[in-house]
């Protein structure tokens, strides 16, 4: 089964951080990349650029519309993103756990939707 690890945290504190906790930071998600691909679980990561960057759009009466920024304004901002293979839940919350962001930050696992007869997303259900 698919899951898909979203880790939040406090932008500010990651602004905050010296360059010296941030190599450190760096290393340990590192190293967990590579212990998740060791693994044969990840199937995809990315880190996100800052909420600044982002634009929020939506459709009204057949009309696009667009925000700079993030749709609503929270404590924790999604920093990046796993997406792994685990066999289920508990395998998925395992692998959550070891995330470095999930110290000072929040990791939600979402299953990715199983289309029927998409057997890619098939083979490791449990």
Known sequence: MRYLLL?????????????????????????????????????????????????????RDDQTITTDGPFAETKEQLGGFYLIEAANLDDAIGAASRIPGAKGGSIEIRPIVVTPGDGSHEAHEG
């Open 7 to 59: 880790i939040y945290g406090d932008e500010k504190a990651w602004d905050a951080d010296d360059p010296d906790a941030m190599a450190q930071m760096m290393q340990e998600y590192d190293g967990f990349t590579k212990w998740l691909d060791a693994s044969g679980g990840l199937v995809a990561a990315e880190a996100l650029e800052p909420t600044n960057q982002a634009t929020t759009v939506r459709v």
